[in-house]
């Protein structure tokens, strides 16, 4: 089994020095607990920082704690102080976490917080170096290092790295407020897979990426710097038998009794969550006090359970949180409580886990109403521990989970009456009915487990190795490269069809900017001048165009996508008798279209239109788009036309047009000992396929294709033609 090394902000076991001795106990948190069985299970090493500062350790300490953690597959990434505040409690709480939980004005942007986020993922990079070995798996985890990807990609550059983020990713609106927005997502972007909660959360990623660095997508595909990068959608699920089976656990009863005790026969309505003003437990304070208000007869028949985790305490908003959580219930029990009863039992502490267990267990109805939350786990854990028992989830649906968990009762956060008429619907619900709901919740919990999340997650990522060794094994090797020589250098008669943009120039946003430079004038040139050689252009471009740049070379030119043929020296003419009276009917919806479409232009050809949309808003494009080709489609059923994606541009012609069936014009015209034919989008497709198996077909990019063969980039390809033209010098020279 190959070994994993998963990385996270903290170990799953803290250390601490207490009087001068060393201690070690298992972190408390959801990644860490629910990781538990699958990384003792798999071949894992976990990296990740202690939990303690570096400076309460001496070097003894530091080599002793390593050599420790060692034993428990785990290696420490040692923090100060200052990182910690700096990088933990600074950029990464207080700048992504509110926003990536849409509280903007929580969010603050100090230079200093990131440059110590920089600082620390690069403290990780030189962990995880530091022990790597070839082969290894790289899974990262979460916002505190989403610059971690790039990081390790560019020392190792085929390594195979993960990454899942915990948190919702938020609309692009809300994260390009970030100065260091391109960074994060270029980081990010160094991974294989990136995997999410929820399909939103990837939409909002990937449209992130498209507006604020113009990298495309398809299918949640990312093609970027000659990698296949991957988003996937992995619901993260809970430790399931863990929870199910908690009526075994030993003096569980005792736990219950004593709870019952203090509580008596009211119903307990439940509230768990770290104190985070992103789970919205002053908004469900207000909706119980609003239901005790308009329900006096619930008053002494009910209990609010309210456990509230210390969590970031080193943060402004969090101690805020606090005071005013404090006061309302304060409040609430003050208006509402008698002398027997208490109508909320606070909890301010992590509560041992058999209390825990013991609470969801007996709980009638758990309130878990946060404003954001990339999934929730409590939610789950509560549905899980219910076991044959009834019980009421209400959720809120801005968790993750409620995508999962349709059987809840899905509220509205941010409505107090929402919550409070849920939290009276549950407490009147028929028990037959609850029992019913849980089980369908409990049903998919089972099956989709914290350890099938993993593995899922691991499967996914070995797939994208195997398929990026298949497209690794399409790249012509050096080997390949020398029989292709040998082979160009014993043929007479050698037949090359090259396509322009992005095979022989960069693709250019701005298209008429795409002007050949003066070495690729020479390169071709060079290449015509050898008697032996017939060298075509096949290109989606204007005849004008094509004419300006290459009309006084030895060349053959094919524009529009084969409407138009030149051959050297002579006049462009049609290559099949072509329609034009179509275009009429045509242009007044495409014009209408541009109108409709800003930043998009039409292109009017002899024979054919160009829709071009690059410079539009990637959005609205891609709407329009879909809409245009049904327009298209029902208006032109009996026109003959065929209606072709490019590369953000849509084409419109004659149907039968296409690279493939214009470059029979030259392929059948000889016979030819050597063909050679580069393209690099969906366009020069129907060119390979349309060629004899014996061809040198060539991709430029390392994205699928029916070429035979790929070369990674325009400048590798441009050294390819070189290289042939030199060798031809060199025979001519014996
Ligand atoms: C982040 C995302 C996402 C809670 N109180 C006690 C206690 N817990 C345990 C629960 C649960 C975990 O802590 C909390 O997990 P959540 O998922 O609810 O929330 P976050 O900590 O915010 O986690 C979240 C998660 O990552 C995983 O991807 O779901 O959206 O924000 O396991 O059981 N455990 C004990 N005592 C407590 O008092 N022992």
Redesign the pocket.
């Known amino acids: 089994m190959q070994r994993l090394l998963l990385i996270s902000n903290r170990l799953p076991i803290t250390v601490e020095k207490k009087k001068g001795t060393l201690s070690y106990t298992k972190s ?4 860490a ?2 990781l538990d069985s699958f990384y003792r299970s798999y071949n894992c090493s976990w990296i990740g920082w202690p939990g303690t500062y570096s400076e309460r350790f001496n070097e003894n300490d530091t080599q002793q704690i390593t050599e420790s953690l060692l034993d428990q597959k785990c290696s420490p990434v040692f923090l100060s102080k200052n990182d910690i505040d700096n990088y933990y409690y600074g950029f990464s709480n207080r700048t992504i976490w509110p926003l990536f939980h849409y509280f903007p004005l929580y969010a603050v942007y100090q230079k200093e917080h990131w440059k110590s986020y920089v600082e620390v993922n690069k403290k990780f990079r030189d962990a995880v170096l530091g022990i790597y070995e070839k082969n290894d798996f790289i899974w990262i985890h ?1 916002y505190q290092l989403m610059l971690l990807p790039n990081l390790i990609r560019e020392h190792i550059p085929d390594a195979n790295i993960g990454f ?1 983020l ?3 990713f938020p609309s692009m609106e809300i994260f390009r407020l970030i100065p260091w927005r391109k960074e994060l997502l270029a980081g990010m972007l160094g991974a294989d897979l990136i995997g999410f ?1 929820t399909y939103d959360y990837i939409r909002h990623f990937l449209n992130s990426i498209r507006r604020l660095l113009g990298i495309e997508h398809k299918l949640s595909q990312i093609i970027y710097q000659n990698r296949i990068i991957r988003t996937d959608v992995f619901p ?1 699920g ?1 430790e399931y038998e863990h929870f199910a089976n908690i009526k075994n656990i030993p003096d569980l009863n005792k736990e219950e009794k004593h709870i019952k005790k203090s509580i008596g026969n009211r119903k307990i309505i439940l509230s ?3 104190l ?1 003003y ?2 919205g437990i002053l908004q469900r304070l207000e909706a119980f006090d609003w239901l005790l208000d308009k329900n006096p007869q619930l008053k002494g028949k009910v209990t609010m359970v309210l ?1 509230e ?1 210390p ?1 970031r305490t080193g943060v402004d908003s969090y101690r805020m949180l606090k005071k005013r959580s404090d006061e309302l219930i304060g409040r609430i029990n003050g208006k509402h409580g008698t002398i027997e009863w208490a109508p909320i039992l606070n ?1 301010y ?5 058999k ?2 267990a013991a609470f969801y267990h007996l709980a009638d109805v758990a309130v ?1 109403t ?1 404003l954001r ?7 789950k ?1 509560y549905v899980a521990a219910k076991g044959d028992n009834n019980g009421v989830l209400v959720l809120s649906e801005m ?3 409620a995508r999962e968990m349709a059987e809840a009762i899905i509220v509205n956060p941010n409505s107090i009456e929402d919550i409070a008429n849920a939290i009276k619907e549950a407490l009147e619900m028929d028990p037959q009915e609850q029992i019913s709901r849980i089980k369908n919740m409990q049903n998919r919990l089972k099956r989709y487990d914290v350890n099938r999340w993993a593995h899922d997650f691991m499967l996914r990522l070995k797939q994208i190795e195997h398929s990026r060794e298949m497209l690794k094994s399409k790249i012509l090797s050096s080997e390949e490269r020398n029989t292709l020589e040998l082979n160009y250098a014993d043929s007479r008669k050698n037949l090359f069809l090259l396509d322009y943009d992005g095979t022989l120039v960069p693709f250019s946003r701005k298209p008429r900017h795409a002007v050949p430079d003066d070495d690729l004038i020479q390169l071709l040139n060079d290449l015509c001048a050898d008697p032996r050689n017939t060298v075509a252009i096949i290109s989606g471009r204007d005849c004008e165009s094509l004419q300006k740049w290459f009309g006084d070379l030895e060349l053959n030119i094919f524009a529009e996508h084969g409407v138009w043929f030149k051959e050297k020296r002579q006049d462009w003419r049609t290559l099949e008798p072509q329609q034009k009276e179509w275009k009429d009917e045509v242009r007044p919806i495409l014009e209408m279209y541009v109108d409709r479409t800003p930043g998009s232009f039409l292109e009017e050809k002899e024979y054919s239109f160009s829709w071009h949309y690059r410079n539009s808003d990637p959005e609205l494009a891609l709407i329009r788009v879909r809409e245009l080709k049904d327009t298209l489609i029902h208006l032109t059923t009996n026109l003959n036309l065929g209606v072709m994606d490019g590369n953000e541009v849509l084409e419109i012609k004659n149907a039968g047009i296409n690279k493939g069936a214009a470059a029979k014009a030259l392929l059948f015209k000889e016979k030819w000992d050597f063909v050679l034919a580069a393209g690099d989008d969906i366009t020069d497709e129907d060119l390979f396929t349309s060629l004899p198996d014996t061809t040198y077909s060539i991709k430029i990019g390392l994205s699928p294709s029916s070429a035979r063969y790929s070369i990674e980039s325009i400048n590798d390809f441009r050294n390819l033609l070189s290289s042939l033209s030199l060798n031809r010098t060199e025979i001519t020279a014996f």
């Open positions: 408390v948190g959801g990644l607990t629910g979460d899942f915990h948190i919702p909660h993260m809970i768990i969550d770290r985070d992103t789970k456990v985790v969590s909890f502490r992590v509560l041992p886990f209390t825990l878990i946060p939350d990339g999934m929730n786990l409590v939610a854990e968790a993750g989970a």
